[in-house]
Every structure is written in C-alpha cells, then in structure tokens.
C-alpha cells in the first residue's frame, strides 16, 4: 500500500467504470512543473512508502527550482519495460542464470520473475542478404530463421518460464513502432489489492531509440540491458530530478523539407546547446501543427542529441492517433480523460517552468542530410555536394597526409612567407577550402563488370548502399508515402538507380505494407529495386549484409571511399558496412534519390537526375511530390482497419515461429555445444554477502582513446571477421563462415560477445599508433596484440586494467556489452573527460569504476601516453556506506617519475554506490530478493 502522504489518492470515473488515481492537485507547487516531471511526481505520489520512496522526495518537486543543477535523488518505478532481441536476449540469459544462482544460494528460484510487464520484439536479427527481387523478404526470413534457430527457442522458452513477459515474434515489425501502434497504453491499468488502479504508461527500453514513445506522451528511456533486468524485477531506476529544456515550436513545415529535415535540424540545434542528461519538452502553438508520426521521429532522436527524454505533452492529436492505430475507445477515453484531470493536457497558451529554453520556427527547416560519421553533423542538401569533396580526403588511404603537404605548397604559392597574411584569414580559408575540393574530387575511377554482365564504373563517393530502414522514419507516414510517391514520379520519368547501388526497403510494421499496398506504389518502388527485405532495423544496427562480390572487391583491391544513404538514426563509423566508410542520413524519399544518383559527388539542385523518354534533363524537383499529394494519399491509404487487423494477434506469429520446440521447466537447460546460448558467468562462486571494495593497484592501460569513443567502438556489433578473435572461437566450435551470423545474433554467448568488445575496424588505440582496428601493446610481452589476447595475459598474471578515454565516452546506444564486455576484459575502471549517461550506469552496473579527470585536465593535458602504471586509492572508502568525491590516481612512468591528480568519481547517487559495493546490480538484485525471501 502506498504511504500516501498527501491524501493524494482518488477516484476518478470514466463512463461506467471507476479507476484509482493520484491526483497531482493534492500537492501545492505541482502544477507549475512541466509535463515530464508531472509524471515523475504523481509516479512517486503512487509509490511512496515511506522508506524507498518519501515525503521529501514529492516536495523536492514541488518546490523544483528550474534552474538549479541537479542533486536530489529519486526513485523512479517505470510501468513497463520494453525490449529488441539483440539486447534482449543477454537479458532473458541473466534471468534463466539467476534462477540458478538463486537456488545455489536457498532461495525459489520463481522470485526471479518480471514484477513489471515486459514485452520483448524480435527486430533486429534479419539480415539483407538477398535484395531487389520480390522473393527478398522470403528469403531472408528463411535465413534468419536459419541462423537464430538457437535464440528463438530461447526465448520461446522465456516467454512460458517467466510471468508477464511476452515476445513479438520475427517479421512483425521494429520495436520501436510496434510500441507507438500497439504496445503504448497512454495510461496504464493495473489491479492493485482488488482495485484497478490507472498511471501514466512509462517505460525504459534496452534500446536508447526506446524514446520514440516520448511523441505519444509517454515518459520513457533507454537504458542498459541489466538496469532493464533491475526494473523488470521491481528494482526502481535511481535518477537526479533533471533539468528540463523548453523547446518552443512554431511555425509549419515548408514544401520540400520533411520530418527528416526538422529531425536532423533539431539534432543538430540540441547537440550544439548541450542537454546531456537533461530532458528536453516541446510546446507551444506549433506543437498542434506536428503530426504524431513527425513527434515520434523527433523523440527517436533523443540519443543523438544527448537527452535523457524528448517529449511531447498529450493533446487531440495523440488521441486521434490513439484511435487511428487500433486502441479501444475505452482506452482511448481513459487517456483523455486521465489527462485532463491531472493537467497533463497540453495547453498551448501556458509555458510552464523550464531550466533552459530553445525555440525553432519550423518554417525555416530546409531540406537536409548528416553525415558522414555523426547523426549531428547536419548538411543542408544544397551544400552536400561541397560537403562530400570537403571530407573525402580523410577517407581516401594516403592523400589526407600527400593533401597536407600539396595544401601547405598552396597556402606558400598564394601567400609569400614575406607577406604571409596580406590577403587575411578569409583568404587563408578560401584557399584551403579551395584546395580541399581539389582533392575530394580527385577522381579514381574503377572499372567493374556486374554479376549480369552489365559494364559499369565505380568512384570515391559511390552510394553503394541506398536503404529505407530504421524505426527513425519507417514509422512515419509522410516520409514513406513521399519515398514511395517519388518512385512513382521516378518511374514514370524513365529514370533508375545506378547499377552498384544495393537498394532496400525495411518498413517498422506491416501496416507500411499494407498501405502501399492501398496507394498501389509497391509496383514502382519494386521497379527501382527497393523490394521489401524484411521488418527490422537491419542497414541502422549494421545488418546491411555483404555487397555484391564484384561491388566488393572494387571498393577493397582500390580502397575506394563509398558511401551508404540511409533513412536512419545511427552512422558512426564501421557501423554500416564494413566496406563502407561513409554513412549518411537522409529522409527516405532523399534515399532514392541518392539512388538515383549514384553517388554522393552530386549537386540536386543543378544536376539532372538523368533524361526523360523525349530526353530532357529530369531534375529533383521534377519528380519530388507535393505536401498536398502526400497528404492526399495519406487520407486515402491508411485506416483504423490496418492496425486492427496487423495487431489482432501479434503474439502467435507465423507458422515457422509456432513450429519452433520450445524447452520446457521453470530453469533453462543450458546446451554445452551451444555457440549462441550459454550461461555467463557473472554468479559463479557469488557469497550472500559482498565482498569489500579495494582500491585498485598496479593497473595497466589495455587502450588509450580519444574523444567521441561510441558503444558501437566499445560493443560488439556488426558481422564476425574470420580472423577475428570471435571468429576464430566460433571456427574452432566447428561454425562455417557462412554461419558466424552477426556480434547482435550471438549476444546470449558471453565467450563470442568478450571477444567481440573493444574490435571494431574503425577503433583507434592510441597505444598502437597508425593501426585501426581492437589491436594494443601488451606490456607484459611489448608485443602488439588483440585486445582479447592480452586482457587474457594481463588477467592470467593478476594485471587489472584500466581505460583511458577522451569527451564523451561511451555515447550511442544503450549497449549493455559495452560495460559486460568491459568488465569480462578484467577492467576495473574507465577514467575519461567525460561520459555520456547510460554508459557510466552500465558501467556501474557491472562493477567498473567510472572516474574523470579534473575539470579541464585530459590525459594529454597530464602528459600520459598510457604506458604508465596506475593505482587508484581512495576507492575503499565506499566501504563505509559514503562515497567518495574524487579517488588519488598515481600514474608511474617508465623511468620512475609518477603524475598525480584527483580523479572525480562518477558514481553519481547513493543506488549507484550500492550497485557498486555488490560488484554490479544484478548481484545487488539477487541478494536483496534472497534476503527478502
């Protein structure tokens, strides 16, 4: 039962039926807050109970000041918990080897069990192996199923072991628009000692994207795999009352720019202001003028501007979407009204408190792709075409240091040492930028031979990938029927897309299909190439699958620089492809157009697209469609029907998921040979009660890095190379190449995914200059190695490791693997400039101390290279139940000189220091419930 301090607790009545509610209005200072922390407030009003959560707790939001840097803690219970297989498989193995470990440690083993509802879509197993013909999608299912075999009976086993959670099978749709069109409530109901009690639907997700529900209302975040496993289990998420940065929309979007446009211009305008672990809340006049679809793609872009939450209030148009996408009219009355009387309703002419304010008038977006490396990076389309050539010699093997030379014989030639200003900093720019161009148009042009016998060229800056995919726009109405419409006009121009180009089509749910179906633009869209090949995030989680070998080889024996396009949220580098070193964002009908391109060395503006049957030139803007077509078409293609239909049984799945034997039992059957399921070893040998924290000594560095290190450095993702350590392990279990499937498939086997961690293509260390790629110097041996190779040495002789890193370490996804995997290597803390949020909890939660340097020191600022030895004292503190401000870090140099300075400790409430104490959370988690028992 709920303390209920406030008298908060109420009745609130909708139609012939009742609800328990906690009204805000019974807390004075209340309604002032802006809508996310109103749901913050009424969640601790709910779960108050005196010890957990307090009095003090509600009125430090009452009286929140806005602009005050965070510093109370609360506990904050999250209605639900929502999951994509790849992270949500290690999930489901730690819960089946926590039921061991509860039974070793005499407990019941059905205490571990979900005591929130869980809801888990397989979405990201599917790989584009098969493209441009119509049986794609066939045939990458049949691969998938083929693959992941192991996995799915898994979790076909997880989902009749375990209470309250559920799985969306394969070729259903991506989680994140599965959770806007059917898994969202807007207002949960739920029966609490015999009463049926309604809240507010929030959620955390083990994907950062998770924040795509904020454009529904509802408060939800990414977090790590094993924080999710926390709250599955009742373990509430311990955060600082935020700051929340008011952003103002007014204004409509222009004719010719898209949601994309406002997303990427939004991205752009929130990295550049800073809002790291703040929230971020739209409002104002123009909210009413953002589709639900535009706010959903607005909220899945949370991660790349660094917010925790990118929310919209409730207002008609949630409800209306609401309605459209299936949900009762009871429901659907239970959010409105539910919002009105809690004064969560959103109110255009009042601006509630924010921290910080920003404001954008839509009507000044225009067009826009990002890239090549970063989703903030935005590029008006205008300017691409220059933007390419600017960047293509860092891409292009050794010019960028042949570039350097012939710039500074450019700047000598223009400017005489005599006089080497006279023309003035912005003739020093012209000439470099000049210069610049010169050499990102140096063309290197490549003869190839299609598998059709078709003759063809390929260059620096050929879009060898062209994708619609992701959860970013394939939920979004306007953007795919305006792909789908630019097809048509594309076609019926006589135009095509460029023979190297890999074109592909992954929509976020049939319901995509269904209403392209209903426009009848498959037939167009399909004569382009872009077939359907699956439902799932695929080319954004790096499922793009192999280019065609002709296309390969190309870009490999000339290390060419090509270039993906894609309609999705993520392109960091080595993510994509592996082939691939460019990556860029676009709106989907951009994509095609890319496709119609060809290649990233192109102007829209000025350069047709190709000729049309009577040979006149066919520009852009010939074939883009009108605001009122697409919104046309819109009205006549989609329905409440669709969803109703696509939804009525998303749980059962086709016949290739009902035929799957499930194991049986309340505890799992581990397989011995098993290469994609096995226990991992974090319980092994686990005391009922903690050992005590020591400080760390004699710690050598396993990998020096620089700024904007991202979990997809960090974690294993994309494909397994042969001659990788992971690879390696699998042929040495017997697994053919063809069948290594990709780091994600494979996240249920800790020995694959330790393997995997720190070994992206594109990492640099530091301590192995000039080489990319999880390679370090073993100072055991003075060797270089593989990362895996020598954390197995250094552990083997009893070395710990630490890390050292730059700004913003650890941004990207929510990967839990990137802390597992960290924590496997026998890291025992990461020391950097700065953290990006879910990272440094994951961290935490798996044991490793997360530490900074001083305010304005980095490593290179203190003068270490990494060769030192490092002890870190002060750590033991923790023991006695505080935590320390900052730790004593002594760095010994080879020659015997040592540099000194205090480390801050990130471990940022008293939960976190707990967590730690217990060598990670879910340790924490397994001794609380047993001594609860």
């Known amino acids: 039962m709920s303390t209920d301090s406030f008298k908060s607790r109420g009745t609130l009545q909708v139609g012939d039926k009742g609800y328990e509610i906690f009204r805000l209005s019974a807390v004075e200072g209340l309604e002032r807050l802006p809508y996310s922390l109103k749901i913050l407030a009424e969640n601790l009003l709910r779960t108050e109970d005196g010890k957990n959560v307090t009095a003090d707790h509600v009125n430090a939001l009452a009286t929140w000041v806005p602009d005050s840097e965070p510093s109370t803690e609360i506990q904050f219970t999250p209605a639900r918990v929502v999951m994509q297989d790849f992270t949500g498989v290690p999930c489901v193995v730690d819960l089946a080897t926590m039921r061991e470990a509860v039974t070793d440690l005499g407990g019941d083993p059905a205490r571990i069990n979900p005591l929130a509802p869980a809801e888990l879509v397989i979405d990201h197993s599917v790989v584009i192996d098969v493209f441009g013909r119509e049986d794609a999608f066939e045939r990458n299912v049949e691969l998938e199923y083929g693959r992941n075999k192991e996995r799915y009976q898994f979790l076909r086993w997880g989902q009749t072991a375990f209470d309250d959670f559920k799985v969306v099978p394969p070729g259903t749709g991506i989680v994140h628009q599965v959770n806007i069109e059917y898994l969202a409530r807007g207002v949960m109901t739920r029966e609490v000692d015999g009463v049926l009690r309604a809240y507010p639907d929030t959620c955390v997700g083990t994907d950062s994207h998770t924040t795509m529900v904020n454009g529904l209302g509802v408060l939800g975040w990414g977090v790590g795999g094993i924080e999710a496993e926390a709250a599955m289990l009742g373990q509430p998420v311990s955060m600082l009352i935020p700051r929340v940065v008011g952003f103002k929309l007014s204004g409509a979007i222009p004719a010719g720019a898209t949601a994309t446009d406002v997303v990427l211009t939004i991205t752009e305008m929130l990295r550049k202001h800073g809002v790291v672990g703040k929230f971020v809340e739209f409002y104002g006049e123009g909210v009413a003028q953002v589709p639900l679809a535009n706010r959903a793609t607005i909220g899945n872009m949370s991660p790349e501007f660094g917010s925790t939450a990118a929310i919209f209030p409730i207002d008609d148009v949630t409800i209306d979407y609401l309605r459209l996408t299936g949900r009762s009219d009871e429901q659907v009355a239970l959010v409105e009204a539910y919002a009105k009387e809690q004064g969560l309703w959103h109110d255009p002419s009042r601006e509630p408190e924010f921290s910080e304010y920003l404001e954008l008038d839509l009507s000044t977006v225009v067009p826009s792709i990002a890239g090549p490396k970063r989703p903030q990076d935005r590029i008006a389309l205008s300017d691409a075409k220059e933007a390419f050539a600017d960047v293509l010699p860092h891409y292009v093997g050794e010019e960028p240091a042949l570039g350097e030379n012939k710039l500074d014989e450019a700047v000598e030639d223009t400017f005489p040492a005599s006089d080497p200003i006279a023309a003035g900093t912005d003739g020093l720019e012209e000439v470099v930028h000049e210069h610049r161009l010169g050499l990102g148009r140096a063309s290197k042009k490549v003869p190839v031979t299609m598998e059709d016998g078709r003759q063809t060229e390929l260059d620096h800056g050929a879009v060898v990938i062209s994708s619609i995919t992701s959860c970013t726009n394939t939920s979004n109405p306007s953007v795919m029927l305006a792909a789908g419409l630019l097809a048509k006009n594309a076609v019926e121009k006589g135009l095509q897309v460029k023979p190297w180009v890999k074109t592909s089509m992954a929509p976020g749910s049939k319901v995509v299909t269904g209403y392209y179906d209903k426009a009848g633009l498959w037939p167009y869209l399909q004569e382009l190439g872009y077939h359907l090949v699956g439902y799932g995030c695929t080319t954004c989680i790096g499922n793009s699958g192999p280019l065609p070998e002709e296309i390969s080889a190309a870009v490999n024996e000339n290390d060419l620089a090509v270039a993906s396009v894609l309609s999705g949220n993520r392109n960091f580098e080595g993510r994509i492809q592996p082939d691939v070193k460019m990556n860029y964002l676009a709106s989907p009908p951009l994509v095609i157009a890319y496709g119609l391109a060809g290649t990233m060395d192109f102007d829209f503006t000025n350069e047709p697209l190709g000729k049309d049957k009577e040979g006149n030139d066919v520009f852009l803007k010939d074939i883009w469609p009108s605001a009122a077509e697409v919104e046309a078409t819109i009205a006549s293609s989609i329905d409440r029907e669709m969803f109703q239909e696509d939804y009525a049984d998303v749980f059962a799945g086709d016949d ?3 035929s799957l034997e499930t194991p049986e039992g309340k505890t799992f059957d581990w397989q011995g040979d098993s290469t994609y399921v096995r226990k991992p070893p974090y319980f092994e040998g686990m005391p009922a009660q903690p050992a005590a924290v020591q400080d760390i000594t004699g710690a050598r560095v396993l990998a020096k890095l620089g700024d904007s290190v991202t979990t997809d450095h960090i974690s294993p993702a994309g494909s397994i190379k042969p001659d990788s350590p992971a690879g390696t392990y699998l042929a040495e279990h017997g697994v053919a190449r063809r069948d290594f499937n990709s780091y994600g498939s494979r996240r249920g086997n800790h020995e694959v995914m330790i393997r995997g961690t720190f070994a992206n293509i594109r990492l640099r260390n530091q301590l192995v200059p000039g080489v990319e790629g999880g390679f370090t110097k073993n100072f055991l041996t003075g060797e270089q190695e593989t990362i895996f190779d020598a954390s197995m040495a250094y552990q083997e002789a009893g070395v710990p490791l630490v890390i050292l890193g730059g700004k913003e370490y650890g941004s ?122």
């Open 656 to 658: 290739r998921w009902r």
């Open 812 to 933: 990207g996804s929510s990967r839990d693997w990137a802390a597992k995997g960290t924590s496997l290597l026998g890291v025992k803390a990461v020391i950097t400039e700065s953290f990006e949020r879910i990272h440094r909890s994951n961290l935490i939660g798996m044991g490793v101390l997360p530490l900074q340097f001083p305010a304005g020191e980095s490593a290179e600022s203190l003068g270490l290279d990494g060769t030192e030895t490092f002890d870190i004292s002060g750590v033991a503190a923790l023991n006695a139940g505080t935590t320390p401000k900052t730790v004593k870090v002594t760095a010994r140099k080879e020659d015997g000189s040592s540099v000194e300075f205090d480390a801050v400790v990130r471990i940022d409430t008293p939960g976190e220091a707990d967590y730690f104490r217990h060598g990670g959370i879910l340790q924490y988690v397994l001794r609380q419930l047993v001594a609860a028992a």
